[in-house]
């Protein structure tokens, strides 16, 4: 039984570490921990009680920094199940798609080549499958349904587009078919290597099929724009408001409130990076534009000289400036499939990020909404016994209520605890993976940035002696 402090009380700092220590032996993710594998979250590995270590982590978490010192140096008290786990391979590409269907029915289908080794469940070494964007929408409702709830941070799919609906429904032309299906295959391609990249979900038995089974999955209901599935979901983000508003949730625990807000920072500096970097996208086409044209009107300048020397120079001068034209051309796809889109990718991670920490609120709110049902059973039950004077039918239910309900806050205790430490290993695992990337995004940039500006260099330095020869 708790204690009426304990009723009463919204605080849950104190008792989140009691909670979390807990041992789950019979949990519902027993049966996906592999223990030959090096993506296993210590977590999932039993503690060794040994004492006598010295230990210099942090007294107390505050921000991603202390966990991860936390973390390093509490790997010792781990047991060493596999000293030599077997590496994993795991690669996803979509580089070939085709248009199926006409008018209305028409529709695009991608194929995904994958490589796996080193992974339970999988056969084979290689895969093909053909997916069309419907099934991706279909899968990501699947993971959603099944992982949100435990704290998963979960990427994001490409979002439906009418204009992409248009152009692959009502048009005929094929380039704009193929623009679409070029850019939404690099969003595709994304999504999936970023769900095979988390130790959670790359065994999972829906993406396994998705990836394995060559042959059409069943047609995804989910993804219609006016499904039950999608009014649903309206009207629970409607409900999440409301609680929010109702029944505000007081941040007990200094690391969640400091990592929050600097996931709400990233987010703030992100989305102006975005902004710059589709200015930037634009203004390069401009420049190949703008190229383009100038080098038609030294041509036509060109034709219409009459002295030898400056009308061989004019053209050199032509050909240079549409070489420098399909350069920037060049230079803009560049910067659009791997910087623009990429820090777009992270926009859509770091919304993923607060969606859960969204379900943590939702989950205290349960835990204090059963608390306050506890508080009010009670009162209840006491009322009848004084005024019945002594126990009847009433309160003897009342009393099998109490029993439930305080059970029942005991397992949303123990889920809110579970729940916060899944949270911190996936901030833990974002904010390394955050690093690695941005990393990767920026060398990529510059080195495209030095062969584009190496290139033109090699054009000019090719035109300076024929700008050296024009006789006055």
């Known amino acids: 039984m708790l204690s009426e402090e304990e009723v009463h009380s919204n605080s849950y700092a104190d008792r989140t570490g009691a909670v979390i220590d807990r041992q789950?032996?019979?949990?519902?993710?027993?049966?996906?921990?592999?223990?030959?594998?090096?993506?296993?979250?210590?977590?999932?590995?039993?503690?060794?009680?040994?004492t006598g270590t010295e230990n210099t982590s942090p007294a107390v978490i505050n921000s991603i920094e202390d966990h991860d010192q936390y973390h390093d140096n509490h790997n010792d008290h781990?047991?060493?199940?596999?000293?030599?786990?077997?590496?994993?391979?795991?690669?996803?590409?979509?580089r070939e798609f085709?248009?199926?269907?006409?008018?209305?029915?028409?529709?695009?289908?991608?194929?995904?080549?994958?490589?796996?080794?080193?992974?339970?469940?999988?056969?084979?070494?290689?895969?093909?499958?053909?997916?069309?964007?419907?099934?991706?929408?279909?899968?990501?409702?699947?993971?959603?349904?099944?992982?949100?709830?435990k704290g998963i941070v979960i990427p994001q799919p490409p979002e439906k587009s009418i204009s992409a609906l248009t152009k692959t429904k009502?048009?005929?032309?094929?380039?704009?078919?193929?623009?679409?299906?070029?850019?939404?295959?690099?969003?595709?391609?994304?999504?999936?290597?970023?769900?095979?990249?988390?130790?959670?979900?790359?065994?999972?038995?829906?993406?396994?099929?998705?990836?394995?089974?060559?042959?059409?999955?069943?047609?995804?209901?989910?993804?219609?724009?006016?499904s039950s599935f999608g009014v649903k979901k309206?009207?629970?983000?409607?409900?999440?408001?409301?609680?929010?508003?109702?029944?505000?949730?007081?941040?007990?625990d200094r690391w969640f409130e400091q990592v929050q807000s600097q996931i709400d920072e990233l987010d703030e500096a992100l989305r102006k990076l975005y902004t710059v970097t589709e200015s930037l996208v634009a203004s390069r086409r401009e420049m190949a534009t703008s190229g383009e044209q100038l080098g038609k009107a030294l041509s036509m300048l060109a034709a219409c000289e009459?002295?030898?020397?400056?009308?061989?120079?004019?053209?050199?001068?032509?050909?240079?400036?549409?070489?420098v034209s399909n350069a920037w051309g060049k230079q803009a796809e560049i910067d659009n499939a791997k910087f623009s889109e990429a820090i777009y990718e992270y926009i859509m991670l770091i919304s993923a990020l607060k969606d859960v920490f969204g379900e943590r609120v939702r989950a205290w709110q349960q835990w204090q909404d059963a608390q306050q049902t506890l508080s009010r059973k009670r009162d209840q039950k006491t009322k009848i016994d004084l005024a019945a004077g002594g126990r009847n039918e009433k309160s003897d239910q009342l009393k099998a209520e109490i029993e439930e309900t305080v059970l029942r806050i005991d397992q949303l205790e123990q889920h809110f605890g579970e729940l916060s430490k899944a949270i911190r290993e996936e901030v833990a695992r974002f904010d390394t993976d955050r690093k690695t990337d941005m990393k990767k995004i920026l060398i990529d940039y510059m080195e495209s940035m030095i062969h584009t500006h190496t290139e033109m260099l090699q054009l000019w330095e090719k035109f300076e002696p024929q700008a050296h020869n024009i006789q006055l």
Not at 78 to 94: G, L
Not at 111 to 134: H, I
Not at 237 to 251: G, L
Not at 309 to 320: E, G, I, K, N, Q
Request: overall charge negative; charged content about 25%; hydrophobic content about 35%.
């Open 24 to 50: 789950t032996f019979f949990g519902d993710d027993c049966d996906e921990i592999n223990l030959g594998n090096e993506d296993t979250p210590p977590s999932k590995l039993r503690l060794n009680t040994s």
């Open 234 to 252: 309206i009207f629970k983000n409607f409900q999440v408001v409301f609680s929010k508003m109702a029944f505000h949730m007081e941040e007990g």
């Open 306 to 323: 009459e002295s030898t020397s400056l009308s061989r120079a004019l053209s050199a001068l032509t050909d240079v400036t549409e070489s």
């Open 170 to 226: 009502t048009n005929s032309d094929p380039a704009m078919s193929r623009e679409v299906g070029i850019q939404r295959a690099r969003h595709l391609e994304r999504y999936v290597s970023r769900l095979v990249q988390h130790p959670r979900m790359r065994n999972d038995c829906d993406l396994r099929d998705f990836l394995t089974i060559d042959s059409d999955l069943p047609k995804a209901v989910q993804t219609a724009a006016l």
């Open 98 to 149: 085709e248009k199926r269907g006409d008018g209305m029915n028409a529709y695009i289908v991608y194929k995904l080549q994958t490589e796996v080794s080193g992974v339970v469940g999988y056969a084979k070494t290689y895969y093909e499958t053909w997916r069309r964007f419907s099934d991706f929408l279909g899968l990501h409702g699947k993971i959603v349904e099944k992982y949100l709830s």
């Open 78 to 94: 781990y047991a060493q199940i596999s000293p030599e786990p077997v590496p994993i391979k795991f690669n996803i590409i979509i």
